[in-house]
């Protein structure tokens, strides 16, 4: 197993920036593909982005291509998500995961992610 711990989140003004991190530890985060997954209040866990083990592909959910970066640096056992031009809608707890697997279809997808962090909350205000 490996173990998951997001920081970075808080109050946020529409248009503005957030830089969430995820700590892993316990195995060899490389080892592992990553993803951001987000959940508001009376709403399902979505999925928001992921990343390759290398690092060298990662995926978007549409409604934050173009805004949202992620990142992973394996020297540190770090995962990233650059948030940009945030808006309301982008309230929710926010969670990283971890999982074995290389198929590019299962990146977006709850259930290809075994390990989770305990979430970290942003709310962006209008």
């Known amino acids: 197993q490996v173990q998951l711990v997001e920081s970075g989140g808080g109050l946020v003004q529409a248009g503005g920036s957030l830089r969430l991190s995820c700590a892993a530890s316990?195995?060899?985060?490389?080892?592992?593909?990553m993803g951001w997954f987000r959940q508001a209040p009376g709403k399902e866990r979505e999925f928001v982005a992921a990343i390759s083990w290398t690092g060298g592909s990662t995926y978007y959910a549409d409604s934050v291509q173009g805004r949202f970066t992620c990142s992973r640096d394996n020297a540190e056992n770090t995962l990233y998500l650059q948030m940009n031009s945030l808006k309301p809608e982008d309230t929710a707890v926010y969670y990283c995961a971890a999982g074995q697997f290389s198929r590019s279809s299962w990146y977006s997808s709850r259930r290809s992610y075994n390990n989770w962090g305990q979430g970290t909350q942003v709310t962006v205000s209008s």
């Open positions: 316990g195995r060899t985060f490389s080892n592992y593909a």
